[in-house]
């Protein structure tokens, strides 16, 4: 008895596009939101019921540093910052250079954390909502990707899931900012889980927030398991607490596995919390809709990341990002120990060539599975450096429409020139 099924059936359509990002969180927002206002027809496609990805629907905060390594000057712009100061006027956001460490808005940790950007994840859905909008991109919520057909090295059509049952849509440009490459990987394009000698990615994390803290008693923070950072609600915290070992983003099984892991460790570190004095009298306010997943597949494209470039600060003539916090990998079992193995330089660079992936002429990929060594991926997964990625990716892929050329050919020297016009930093 075979275990598979011949599945065939003709497809409503939700018609053609020029852009169509698979992926609604940091870098697929920025992506999408950059490509129409540089003038393409964009749909964005999101799996779940809001816009923000991890920062939302998984509660993850605060925003990791926009400053280079020693938290001095400012390397992150564009996009970012235009996200920061919409929050900042609904008091969704404290900006980062009011935050500098050690401070409860960093748990009291320093390394990598000075000038961090506190958010309040129900007020990034509705900034989202109002960016996406303001610039004409077509949201689609509650779809998620399934697969996509091929011609001569090109995506000519994806099929999603949606409510009202699989779907084809076609486009000229696909971004997959998924999280698991997943479009990639339909597309064919060769991917690497987690250490490319064990397969072991780093491990997941469930968070969640507790209100009624008692903010002039929190002076040092918890250590660990848990850490706590204040959000711009006074008294309210973001929590980030124990790991889940060896989950697979990818598999459907072992992320069941682990979110149920998970839920008991959330009761575990609120038990914990509330033995600290600050937190005392505290209440268990929200916990993420889904895990925090720190890694998953790693993309084969035209230039892999190194540790080596990461820790020398190679500064590539095809930049579109610049980044400064560590290479931050997560003890891979538990009987690991310890995070940032290798130090990095005051400031490193991702190249636009680390988004284009071989074996498919019409797909960029942004976020935390662009091409690079697992260790390298430590620092640039986090969603400022993804946002400055899907900025890059809509930018360049309002050129390749635009010129009618592929993602590989679009003129590096232009796709600058309107980032650095945008507010992006480069160097």
């Known amino acids: ?144 990707f399934s697969d996509c057909i091929c011609e001569d090295n090109k995506i000519k059509t994806i099929i999603v899931s949606a409510l009202e049952g699989l779907r084809a849509i076609s486009a000229d440009v696909f971004i997959d900012c998924t999280g698991n490459a997943d479009v990639a990987h339909a597309a064919g394009v060769k991917t690497h889980k987690g250490d490319e000698e064990t397969g072991i990615p780093q491990p997941g994390t469930l968070m969640f927030e507790v209100d009624n803290v008692n903010d002039e008693e929190y002076l040092c923070g918890p250590r660990r398991p848990v850490k706590a950072y204040r959000t711009p609600t006074p008294g309210r915290y973001k929590v980030n607490h124990h790991r889940v070992f060896n989950v697979d983003a990818t598999d459907s099984k072992s992320m069941s596995k682990a979110h149920k892991e998970a839920r008991k460790q959330v009761l575990t570190a609120y038990e914990y919390l509330r033995g600290k004095t600050a937190f005392k009298n505290c209440n268990l306010a929200s916990v993420g809709s889904v ?15 190194t540790v080596e470039d990461i820790a020398n600060g190679t500064k590539f003539n095809d930049r579109i990002a610049v980044y400064g916090f560590g290479m931050d990998v997560h003890p891979r079992s538990e009987a690991e120990s310890g995070n940032f193995k290798i130090e990095i330089a005051d400031a490193y660079y991702i190249p636009y060539r680390s988004m284009v992936p071989n074996g498919c002429q019409n797909l960029l990929v942004a976020g ?34 635009k010129n009618g050329i592929n993602v590989e050919d679009v003129n590096i020297a232009q796709m600058q020139t309107i980032l650095r016009d945008h507010g992006a930093i480069l160097d």
Not at 17 to 32: I, K
Not at 103 to 124: G, N, Q
Not at 291 to 305: F, T, W
Not at 372 to 401: D, F, N
């Open 1 to 144: 008895m075979t275990n598979k099924v011949l599945f065939q059936k003709e497809l409503e359509s939700y018609g053609h596009y020029d852009v169509v990002v698979l992926g609604g969180g940091p870098s697929g927002v920025c992506a999408a939101v950059e490509a129409a206002r540089n003038g393409a027809k964009v749909l964005l496609v999101e799996a779940t019921g809001m816009l923000g990805g991890m920062a939302t629907t998984a509660m993850v905060g605060p925003l990791m540093t926009v400053y280079d390594r020693e938290g001095e000057r400012l390397i992150v712009g564009g996009l970012y910052r235009e996200i920061v100061e919409r929050l900042e006027k609904c008091s969704g956001a404290i900006p980062p250079e009011e935050t500098d460490s050690p401070s409860a808005y960093t748990s009291y940790l320093e390394k990598y954390h000075r000038h961090v950007t506190p958010i309040d994840s129900y007020m990034l859905q509705i900034v989202l909502d109002e960016m996406t909008e303001e610039a004409g991109v077509e949201v689609l919520l509650y779809t998620r």
């Open 291 to 305: 895990l925090g997943v720190r890694e998953s597949r790693h993309i084969d494209g035209k230039y892999k990341i």
């Open 368 to 401: 935390k599975t662009i091409s690079s060594e697992s260790q390298a991926a430590g620092g640039l997964r986090c969603m400022p450096c993804a946002m400055a990625m899907g900025q890059a990716a809509g930018t360049a892929s309002a050129l390749s429409v």
